[in-house]
Every structure is written in C-alpha cells, then in structure tokens.
C-alpha cells in the first residue's frame, strides 16, 4: 500500500501524518510532500512528536515534483493551500482525500504559544489518521 500525504510546506502536518501511519503499519509505503516545501521539518513539530513517542527529527522536506509521476494508492491533502496547488497528479492515483487540518504554523507566537497550537493539531491528526487506517486499510 502506497500512501502520499501533501502539504504546501512540508514541514508540519504532513509530517505528522506521514509519521503517524508508519507507526499504525510499518509495512505501509508513506512519503509526505508540499509545493512549496520549508527548508526543513519545524522545531516544534519534531518535539510534538517525541512527546507521543515518535522520532521525526531525521526526517526532511520534499517538493511534491519528486512523486508526480508514480503510482500512489492513496494520495491525502491536509490543507487547502495545497489542494489549490496540487488539484492533479501524473501519475496513477487510485484514492485521493481531503482531510483539513488548520496549520499551526500560521499563527505568530512564542515557541510555547505555537507548540500548543501544533500539539492540537497533532491530536487532530492522529485521531483522523487512525480512523483513516481502521476504515481503508485494516481487513474487515
């Protein structure tokens, strides 16, 4: 099973995302990308994430043009910037989704102020991911 998730910068929810399947399925094939991607995975993000125990602080961003052209069995879009930029793919998709999650990142604040914000968000997307997985993923 190959799992897509997008988002503009790549540097939080789609992260979070990615991370969070691995954990339900390791055998899984799950990459994250965005349009725009960020120089690099947010501070905040990594440390959200080693507080439920995942590590993603080797992990990196990646513009969407690297998987264009593959086939994707599912392809899951976190915001709506990035299903505005990446309304299509190349290459064969057999699912796409749209699940929103507002970006954390878009507020100004302290580091605390945003990790807050990030943790909410995190909270979302596990719930949302695990949900995801027991309906289109676990055999019934």
Known sequence: MRILIICRANSCRSQMAEAILKRLDPNLVVESAGPEPAEAVHPGTIRAMAEIGIDIS?????????FVKEDWDFVITVCDIARES?????????????????????????????LKLIRTTRTQIVNEFEDFYNEYLTSK
Do not use: R
Request: proline share 5%.
């Open 58 to 66: 080797q992990s990196s961003t990646t513009n969407i043009t690297e």
């Open 86 to 114: 990446c309304p299509a793919f190349i290459g064969n998709v057999k699912n796409s989704i749209y699940l929103k999650f507002e970006d954390p990142l878009a507020y100004e604040g302290d580091d605390e102020f945003l």
